[in-house]
Nanobody
């Protein structure tokens, strides 16, 4: 099963977006979940992670601007992105922090531009 991220779009610098992604219950309940970003011409990188105990970690580039959260009743992980910058542009994916190849979906495009 592929995980489908949603909520992307075109936003001006300084704007906000909220991404969401649902995962199979059997995986979600026991796994650290992550949001990954792939900018044009670059490798996919992990930008935020959250454990089953809701401990979080962030890439330095997004720390203080992005917030990852999870709703265990909906098996859904969210990424609240504030103060967006042009360098946040890319395709955003969700997966387990140790990625499962079959979970990669099409991602959701985030474009930050004036």
């Amino acid at each position: 099963v592929q995980l489908q991220a949603s909520g992307g779009g075109l936003v001006q610098p300084g704007g906000s977006l909220r991404l969401s992604c649902a995962a199979p219950p059997s995986t979600f309940s026991i796994s650290r979940m992550g949001w990954f970003r792939q900018a044009p011409g670059e490798q996919r990188e992990l930008v935020a992670a959250i454990g089953s105990g809701e401990n979080t970690n962030y890439a330095d580039s997004v720390k203080g601007r992005f917030t990852i959260s999870r709703d265990n009743t909906k098996n859904t992980v969210y990424l609240q992105m504030n103060s967006l910058k042009p360098e946040d542009t890319g395709v955003y994916y969700c997966n387990t922090v140790v990625p499962r190849s079959n979970y990669w979906g099409q991602g959701t495009q985030v474009t930050v531009s004036s």
